[in-house]
């Protein structure tokens, strides 16, 4: 059976590269043309355009073509979907830290005990 990504793993592929992390940040502050978006990186505009088909073929963007202009923009459902996987495994990992701390005092205090009664 050949290995298929879900869109969340695929979202966090996507955002494990630097460039593209710096492009969503960008379009954060809202839609903007794809050359503006280029500008500041040090790469062809054909390597950019590859960051943006990433992340666009994951869902985390869209773009769409007006006049001469590509433009693109940030898609919230897969940046809510990597939300609440990471809150959800933040929750996790707290209650498993939670029961480690609760686990520690009672083991202090048991050795406390058995200090006091040698």
């Not at 959800?88 to 050795?111: F, G, K, N, S, T």
């Amino acid at each position: 059976m050949p290995y298929r990504s879900s869109p969340l793993d695929l979202a966090f592929h996507a955002l494990s590269d630097p460039t593209r992390r710096a492009v969503v940040s960008r379009l954060a502050e809202g839609e903007v043309q794809v050359s503006a978006l280029a500008e500041p990186f040090d790469m062809a505009l054909p390597s950019f355009v590859q960051h943006l088909k990433v992340l666009e073929d994951c869902g985390l963007i869209a773009s769409e073509k007006r006049g001469r202009s590509r433009w693109c923009r940030l898609v919230q459902p897969r940046f809510e979907e990597a939300a609440d996987w990471m809150e959800a495994e933040r929750r996790r990992w707290a209650q498993r830290l939670d029961r480690l701390e609760a686990y520690l005092d009672r083991r202090e205090a048991e050795d406390e005990g058995h200090d006091k009664s040698v």
